[in-house]
């Protein structure tokens, strides 16, 4: 072979075989291209959820009941008239039961003495605790993990009629300074979201006062969250404004901050636990609600607050402006943190007053539900 016979055939040989790298890559390009255009088209379903609780049974709530032939109708009233993005599924999270132990009776007490109770309680139980001055009261329960400190609002201490109110940062941090002052805090409290209302007592009840400058005191409302592929669900109570761990402080005349009245009952979530579930669409809940299946768990006039003493009332609207998806908890103790649409926005009252409302209706799918027999 001569050398020109050589590089003849040589340079053929790097000619086919650069055509051939390029057929190659042309064509898995294009064979890749095809399989995601397939896979775009046709996804792989994801897998069911586990729901390795099986069926799950609903707290038992109380809704308020509408005036008799009261028939409202409902409207969906966002800023974008359409309902927000959530999620197909969530995990249910069971809530692990508290363990009353030899020190848990010590530390009633000394919450008890903490707050200014130095007698002997009146022991209910051997875990159930009562200290009553006849004008101040604290409960405890070891066994719930309850605390509650109140007063008579007909009656109230000299102390409360001349305090003042406290600015958001000061309540938050007196509330914060006395749950961990009597080891009542734990991580998803010291991060929950805080909010502050300011209070007078008037008639024997809280009354909120917009004007900060005459309120006597503070509400603070601890509202714990769990957080989910970087999205956060509320842990709210059947009534929000009122949730599981609330405390009233304020400043008496002495400028010493101090807590009058709380509520407080601690349920510990089982993160690691989960299971997920499928949620309901929230289209088709929205049709359940609009034919009467939500429970109306709170109602109060405009020009009154959420202290307002429900009394029977015809409805002939109901106007949502919100829609948000929640975990729900209880006061009693339940086994699992399940997950709730809350309906929430204008009410208009057959007289044409205007008032808000909340309505809850669960998230879960009907399969996943246990319906209890009414006896």
């Excluded at 499928?278 to 109060?300: C, F, H, M, R």
Aim: proline fraction near 6%; aromatic fraction near 12%.
């Amino acid at each position: 072979m001569s050398l020109t016979e050589f590089t003849f055939g040589f340079k053929r040989f790097v000619s086919y075989c650069v055509i051939a790298t390029i057929l190659y890559m042309v064509g898995k390009v294009s064979v890749n291209a095809g399989i995601d255009y397939y896979k775009a088209k046709h996804p792989i379903p994801p897998p069911p959820p586990e729901a390795r609780f099986s069926k799950l049974e609903l707290p038992n709530i109380t809704a308020l009941k509408l005036a008799d032939g009261s028939s409202p109708y409902y409207i969906l009233d966002t800023k974008t008239g359409k309902f927000p993005s959530f999620p197909e599924r969530l995990p249910i999270f069971p809530l692990k039961t508290q363990r009353t132990t030899i020190l848990s009776e010590k530390r009633a007490r000394d919450v008890a003495i903490f707050i200014g109770f130095k007698m002997e309680p009146n022991k209910l139980s051997t875990t159930e605790f009562v200290w009553d001055t006849g004008q101040k009261k604290v409960s405890a329960n070891t066994a719930l993990g309850l605390f509650s400190l109140s007063f008579d609002l007909f009656n109230p201490p000299s102390d409360m009629t001349l305090a003042k109110a406290l600015s958001f940062d000061e309540a938050k941090r007196s509330a914060l300074a006395f749950l961990n002052a009597n080891g009542l805090s734990h991580p998803d409290i010291a991060g929950a979201d805080v909010e502050t209302t300011p209070l007078v007592i008037k008639d024997g009840l809280f009354r909120v006062e917009h004007d900060v400058t005459k309120a006597s005191l503070t509400r603070v409302n601890f509202t714990r969250n769990t957080a989910i592929s970087a999205e956060k669900y509320p842990v709210v109570t059947v009534r929000r404004k009122f949730p599981l761990i609330s405390l009233i402080v304020g400043r008496d005349p002495l400028d010493k901050t101090f807590v009058p009245a709380l509520t407080y009952t601690y349920w510990e979530i089982d993160t690691e636990g989960g299971s997920e579930y499928a949620l309901s669409p929230i289209n088709s809940v929205w049709e359940k609600v609009k034919s009467g299946g939500g429970l109306l768990t709170t109602l109060y006039r405009k020009n009154s607050d959420e202290y307002e003493i429900y009394q029977k009332a015809a409805i002939k609207r109901f106007a949502v402006k919100d829609v948000s998806l929640v975990y729900l908890e209880t006061a009693n103790y339940s086994p699992y943190l399940l997950p709730y649409y809350i309906f929430s926005g204008e009410a208009e009252y057959d007289n044409g007053e205007i008032g808000f409302f909340d309505i809850y209706h669960t998230a879960l799918t009907d399969s996943d539900i246990i319906y209890k027999v009414n006896e």
